[in-house]
């Protein structure tokens, strides 16, 4: 498996990522506190409209200096992982760690850590003190940044206001 950067022209590749999952449970925020809730959904992948709505996004981050990167099997993209360069958190310090995802076939392999040390590393590069995680609020999500040391932030309110149910969260280099 190697991770490498991935080009523009890649970009669209990301949607042959295999994101399906059984999720069980979710995490709701209470009082600043994460509580986990039973809830029950086999989410086959992408929703309908995602490549469309988030291509342009993902071109714009990769136009202002994000970085982007993929793990390939071969020439199969089994994951990948965004960095984008919009400075985030109270002291504009932070840099969002804004997509990170691995294959269906390729998870509990660690590859999912290996694409998240390489976009650390390409952060703190840039001078990025942590990164600012929106997260989407599965058990298993959640509980991969929480392993990597990232804990529960308040929201930077451009991002919450895109995705209010996600879990806003920051992991600081050390």
């Not at 136009?63 to 400075?87: E, H, N, T």
Request: proline share 6%.
């Amino acid at each position: 498996m190697e991770i490498r950067p991935l080009t523009r022209d890649q970009i669209e590749h990301v949607w042959s990522i295999d994101r399906s999952e059984i999720i069980e449970n979710i995490y709701t925020l209470k009082d600043g506190e994460l509580v986990l809730h039973p809830e029950f959904c086999d989410a086959p992948g992408w929703e309908e409209g995602e490549p469309e709505k988030y291509t342009p996004l993902l071109q714009e981050s990769f136009d202002r200096g994000g970085q982007f990167f993929g793990a390939f099997d071969g020439g199969k993209l089994a994951g990948a992982a965004i960095v984008d360069s919009i400075w985030r958190g109270p002291g504009k310090d932070l840099l969002q760690l804004s997509f990170l995802h691995v294959s269906h076939a390729y998870r509990g392999r660690r590859l999912g850590v290996r694409l998240f040390e390489r976009s650390r590393q390409a952060a703190k590069e840039r001078g990025a003190k942590g990164f600012y995680i929106s997260a989407t609020p599965s058990e298993h999500t959640v509980n991969f940044y929480r392993h990597l040391g990232c804990i529960v932030t308040a929201p930077d309110p451009e991002l919450f206001a895109m995705e209010p149910e996600d879990i806003h969260m920051e992991c600081v280099f050390s």
